[in-house]
């Protein structure tokens, strides 16, 4: 096992929390929708990993992208570190970890 499927994974646990708690929270159904859907993204990316499948790395870098994209935003709006920017910054490490897997598969 790889640590890009490591990441994706990691992320994926993150992303689904993340979602939940929100919902908890703040009966955010779009936090528990978005979540959810990244969330098992993600951990369907890590699978099809596992499976061999060089198309789960290039999945969970495209969900993982999308995911700091939004989270950025949403740090720079909102300006708290929770979860926005300790979201950005993990999702960093982990597109990094996942880009890195991707340009060494070619």
């Known amino acids: 096992m790889n640590l890009s499927i490591i990441a994706a994974f990691a992320y994926g646990i993150l992303a689904l929390a993340g979602g939940i708690i929100g919902y908890i ?7 528990l929708l978005s979540g959810s859907i990244s969330g098992l ?9 596992l499976q061999g499948q060089t198309w789960g790395s ?20 909102t300006r708290k ?17 996942m880009v890195n897997q991707i340009v060494a598969l070619r």
Not at 25 to 31: D, L, M, W
Request: proline share 2%; hydrophobic share 75%.
């Open 25 to 31: 929270q703040a009966r955010s159904k779009v936090s």
């Open 58 to 77: 290039i999945l969970a870098a495209l969900v993982t992208a999308v995911l700091v994209v939004v989270f950025a935003v949403r740090l720079a709006k």
């Open 41 to 49: 993204l993600l951990i369907l990316a890590a699978y099809f990993q």
């Open 81 to 97: 570190f929770m979860p926005a920017g300790l979201m950005t910054i993990l999702g960093m490490l982990a597109l990094a970890v």
